[in-house]
T-cell receptor
Framework: GQNIDQPTEMTATEGAIVQINCTYQ??????LFWYQQHAGEAPTFLSY??LDGLEEKGRFSSFLSRSKGYSYLLLKELQMKDSASYLC??????????WGAGTKLIIKP | DVKVTQSSRYLVKRTGEKVFLECVQD?????MFWYRQDPGLGLRLIYF???????EKGDIPEGYSVSREKKERFSLILESASTNQTSMYLC?????????????FGEGSRLTVL
């Protein structure tokens, strides 16, 4: 079967750095997405990786290793507004999205 | 600003009632999707549509149907609601031919079936 694993919950301190991991086992691979979802709100697109390596976008970076079936989202200089759930999703060989259950990130002052 | 609007944020229905959830997007997107989101589970695809009057079953279509009569509107129908359909329902849209296929989501409709 197809599977996306990510930690259920993480806690970090304001101003610090946090890394949220995502491992996947899918039938084929056509890209990996990270979305952010604040409580009670719509998920919003953060990043897309299809080639190995690191993609940086401001305070957020996303890394992909296709050979390891692994990605991480790196958040730097954490702010209270970064408290949210972070969803990892992989596009499989049929171009269908397989979603992880999400990681709830709690930022403490 | 791109926008996906879901008609109801919160609904409470009784078992056996018919439920309509409506979704409208103003971005002229070809693709539209209905997901349900439950605690501890990833988003699960119910139905999707790549064009007007077209519909495709997702992973969990049982107990649901959809309608897409106009490009901007995609409706989810529960013919006879059951308690196991209590969930958060998310509508999303995307352009047909983009490199990433980024999804734009509505804010969700939280349905409680008693």
């Amino acid at each position: 079967g197809q599977n996306i694993d990510q930690p259920t919950e993480m806690t970090a301190t304001e101003g610090a750095i946090v890394q949220i991991n995502c491992t996947y086992q899918t039938s084929g691979f056509n890209g990996l997405f990270w979305y952010q979802q604040h409580a009670g709100e719509a998920p919003t697109f953060l990043s897309y990786n299809v080639l190995d390596g690191l993609e940086e976008k401001g305070r957020f970076s996303s890394f992909l290793s296709r050979s390891k079936g692994y990605s991480y989202l790196l958040l730097k200089e954490l702010q209270m507004k970064d408290s949210a759930s972070y969803l990892c999703a992989v596009k499989d060989s049929n171009y269908q999205l397989i979603w992880g259950a999400g990681t709830k990130l709690i930022i403490k002052p | 600003d791109v926008k996906v609007t879901q008609s109801s944020r919160y609904l409470v229905k009784r078992t056996g009632e018919k439920v309509f959830l409506e979704c409208v997007q103003d971005m002229d997107h070809e693709n539209m999707f209905w997901y349900r989101q439950d605690p501890g589970l990833g988003l699960r695809l119910i139905y999707f549509s790549y064009d007007v009057k077209m519909k495709e079953k997702g992973d969990i279509p049982e107990g649901y149907s959809v309608s897409r009569e106009k490009k901007e509107r995609f409706s989810l129908i529960l013919e006879s609601a059951s308690t196991n359909q209590t969930s958060m329902y998310l509508c999303a849209s995307s352009l047909a031919d983009t490199h990433t296929g980024e999804l734009f989501f509505g804010e969700g409709s939280r349905l409680t079936v008693l």
